[in-house]
């Protein structure tokens, strides 16, 4: 047996307690998912708040109910009429004003009608025609609870509102108009000139008669309007026809008095004959211009080329010239037999000699005619010229004396003319005011609804739900959005870039006591399941596989369940055969006698100030053979300063050498410099994190303290986790289908133990 001496304690280099295994870098584990948002994420997210999002639709869904049943229940009454652009045509003239083409549903006179329908003068004349005031705007609404209870709160409300009262409020008129219009609906029928026009009122009965009585002064509003046009037209042009007849008597006296003094009789036909002689010579100049100078481009263009349409066209020139080519083409044919000196050659060179004679002789006699036919053209031109100025004259000397007359009579006719149409104007518009009709014909009268159109209790309720769920999931997204919580054990895997070893199930109802020791009290349990397979993972978080022999159990915060978790993986380790030295190095608030149920009268404090030996504060546990304990002892004034003293370092190094694994059971990070050297102690530093309590910014500055002093963060321990990440009723089925068999027993581990005290 291995003794250690209680006064005299030698230092140790805490380099032999890692230098066995390379240190541990924890990198972001590839295989782990990224922040995407999954619809399990979503989902997951929306479970953590829940109870937002069920009090966000419920109050919702109340706050509709009590809007439905305090809402006043109304009725809703319709009619249907048909607007035309034209009015029925009695008779076909005398229209004042003219129909625009149909522009289907964007015509701006049927906007204009459906605006018509909502004016505020035919509101106030129904108003005035049914006595609204009295029978539906001032009229007494029957108490109820709701009802007082939502004028109350409203008065209430109203009354904190700065400047404003309920004594100003009644002060202030009502306009009756607004509140009529604000319940009439216009609704035109596509593709149709259909209207229809609905009212709302408390009161079934009454919200008829106010359609019916909307169309009806509708109607009357038009056919006045259509009367009043007709009349301001019979009015005009009785005005303009007097002032006609009187304008046209004026100007006929001054014709005739004209005439008079000018011994003018008529003009016209005597104009006219000049005006279509004048023409006609114009006509004869255009034709000699036009001859002649026809006649001077021949002439030029014989002078210069001699081939000119006369002579090219000439019988006589176009006979002389088929001579000339015969001869011509008898000489060519001869000159191949004989030459130009034989007798018969001279012969025929004297017969073309004397045709080309003949031709130039012909030519030019109808050069000398062409010269001839030009000079008669251009006297002729010159007769026509003169002739035509003559007579130009003369007709302007007649035109100078009858100007003045011809204004004067076609001022006359105007005058004559616009007398006509307008007496006739006014004939036809007086008939057609007589048949005034309207372009508004009512299709369905309004009849007295039975059914209650609004509040619709079933459709608010409905949306009600709706939009109490979308508001309710928008209110946990964002809650779930500004919590610094991590949602899941891949969000936790991503964020820190470490795996998690582990995933404890959420355990209710269970003691302090059970749960720590249920590795060993509830084998079965999924709870111990799930330590086991964290100890498994524990088991080859080094590199090559390789075991930690010390392994730090710490957690973020206080009260994550590092106590809890740090038993159950030593008394799994132990069940596998190892020989395990769990430690209890939570000095400021130590649990880990009380979970077991161990004294606590001598410790790791009281062996780190050099009190006692390690033998007298080591226990064994009799329920787990392999299973020792080093209690945290008597609590100290100063944590830090024991655990980071060379004594630990020994206590550490000589366990090593006698335990296979060593589980020691820091105090939290978050605060505390304990956990800090205790991890530089250890070859692994597990990080027990509670999935409801996970801060991200507190966790990432945990890891950062950590990895500042020794990469050796291996992974995390999920508790209290909501995720079932091994199918736990499997397991249950397993252990039910197959019989228990004894339990073998564990390995016997090969090191020796200390000098331990008996166990309790």
């Given at each position: 047996m291995l003794t250690v001496s209680e006064k005299k304690i030698?230092?140790?280099?805490?380099?032999?307690?890692?230098?066995?295994?390379?240190?541990?870098i924890a990198v972001p584990a590839t295989s782990v998912p990224g922040n995407g948002l999954t619809l399990e994420g979503v989902w997951r997210r929306l479970m953590r708040q829940k109870w937002t999002l069920l009090l966000t639709m419920l109050a919702v869904i109340l706050l509709t109910v009590w809007n439905t049943l305090t809402t006043v229940p109304t009725y809703r009454a319709g009619a249907t009429i048909q607007i035309e652009k034209e009015t029925v045509q009695i008779v076909n003239f005398g229209a004042v004003s003219s129909a625009s083409p149909d522009m289907g549903t964007l015509d701006p006179f049927f906007r204009t009608q459906y605006e018509q329908l909502k004016s505020r003068k035919l509101a106030q004349q129904v108003i005035s025609d049914l006595d609204l005031k009295n029978r539906l705007y001032e009229h007494p609404e029957a108490p109820g609870l709701l009802k007082s209870l939502g004028k109350i709160i409203k008065r209430m409300v109203t009354g904190l509102l700065p400047g404003k009262s309920s004594d100003n409020q009644a002060a202030v008129a009502v306009d009756y108009a607004d509140v009529f219009i604000r319940d009439l609906y216009i609704e035109p029928v596509e593709n149709t000139h259909l209207v229809k026009v609905f009212y709302e009122s408390p009161e079934p009965t009454l919200a008829a008669e106010i359609v019916n009585a909307l169309i009806a002064a509708f109607i009357r509003e038009n056919i006045s309007s259509q009367s009043e046009t007709d009349a301001y037209a019979r009015d005009f042009l009785e005005q303009e026809l007097e002032k006609a007849r009187s304008r046209l008597t004026t100007q006929?006296?001054?014709?005739?008095?004209?005439?008079?003094?000018?011994?003018?009789?008529?003009?016209?036909?005597?104009?006219?004959?000049?005006?279509?002689?004048?023409?006609?010579?114009?006509?004869?100049?255009?034709?000699?211009?036009?001859?002649?100078?026809q006649a001077e481009s021949q002439m030029i263009q014989g002078r210069k080329h001699g081939n000119v349409r006369e002579v090219l066209n000439n019988p006589v020139v176009e006979g002389i010239k088929q001579n000339l080519v015969t001869l011509e083409?008898?000489?060519?044919?001869?000159?191949?037999?004989?030459?130009?000196?034989?007798?018969?050659?001279?012969?025929?060179?004297?017969?073309?000699?004397?045709?080309?004679?003949?031709?130039?002789?012909?030519?030019?006699?109808?050069?000398?005619?062409?010269q001839a036919d030009f000079s008669?053209?251009?006297?002729?031109?010159?007769?026509?010229?003169?002739?035509?100025?003559?007579?130009?004259?003369?007709?302007?000397?007649?035109?100078?004396?009858?100007?003045?007359?011809?204004?004067?009579?076609?001022?006359?006719?105007t005058s004559r003319n616009l007398y006509d149409g307008l007496l006739q104007r006014m004939k036809e518009v007086s008939v057609a005011a007589n048949a005034t009709s309207s372009n508004i014909r009512i299709v369905d009268t309004a009849s007295t609804p039975k059914d209650i159109f609004r509040p619709k209790k079933s459709l608010n309720l409905i949306l009600g739900s709706l939009v109490g769920l979308m508001l309710g999931v928008g209110a946990a997204l964002l809650r779930e959005t500004l919590n610094q919580t991590v949602a899941s054990v891949n969000e936790l895997q991503a964020l820190s870039g470490l795996p998690v070893l582990g995933t404890i199930p959420h355990v209710r109802n269970l003691s302090e006591g059970n749960l720590a020791l249920a590795a060993v009290r509830d084998m079965s349990s999924s709870l111990a399941e799930a330590y086991r397979v964290a100890t498994a993972n524990l088991r080859f978080v080094l590199p090559a596989g390789v075991a930690p022999r010390i392994t730090l159990i710490t957690s973020v915060n206080p009260g994550e369940g590092k106590s809890t978790s740090a038993v159950n993986i030593a008394l799994s380790q132990a069940q596998q055969g190892l020989k395990v030295l769990l430690i209890d190095a939570d000095l400021r608030k130590p649990s880990i006698h009380f979970k077991m149920g161990l004294p606590n009268l001598k410790g790791l404090s009281n062996f780190l100030m050099g009190e006692t030996d390690i033998a007298s504060v080591t226990q064994s546990f009799r329920e787990v053979k392999g299973f020792y304990l080093i209690s945290a002892g008597t609590l100290a004034a100063d944590p830090v300063r024991m655990v980071s003293s060379p004594a630990m370092a020994q206590l550490l190094n000589l366990a090593t050498r006698h335990f296979d694994s060593v589980i020691i059971d820091g105090p939290p990070v978050a605060g505390f410099a304990d956990a800090i050297y205790l991890s530089s102690l250890a070859q692994a530093t597990v990080l027990v994190a509670d999935e409801d309590h996970i801060n991200r910014k507190r966790l990432l500055n945990a890891i950062e303290q950590l990895r500042r002093v020794k990469q050796n963060v291996v992974g995390f321990l999920m508790v209290k986790s909501q995720e079932d990440v091994t199918d736990y009723r499997y397991y249950d089925r397993y252990q039910t289908r197959i019989p228990s068999k004894p339990v073998p027993k564990a390995a016997k581990s090969k090191r020796k133990g200390l000098n331990l005290a008996p166990g309790i």
């Open positions: 030698v230092p140790v280099s805490t380099s032999h307690v890692s230098s066995s295994v390379a240190p541990y006929e006296s001054k014709l005739v008095e004209y005439a008079k003094q000018n011994g003018i009789l008529e003009v016209n036909n005597s104009q006219s004959t000049q005006e279509r002689k004048l023409d006609e010579l114009y006509s004869a100049l255009g034709e000699a211009e036009r001859a002649r100078i083409a008898e000489y060519q044919e001869k000159l191949k037999l004989f030459k130009p000196a034989y007798p018969d050659m001279q012969r025929l060179q004297q017969q073309i000699a004397e045709v080309r004679r003949q031709l130039q002789q012909e030519i030019s006699g109808l050069k000398q005619s062409l008669a053209a251009r006297k002729l031109e010159d007769d026509l010229r003169a002739e035509v100025e003559n007579y130009k004259a003369e007709l302007v000397s007649q035109r100078d004396r009858s100007i003045e007359y011809n204004a004067l009579k076609r001022e006359v006719e």
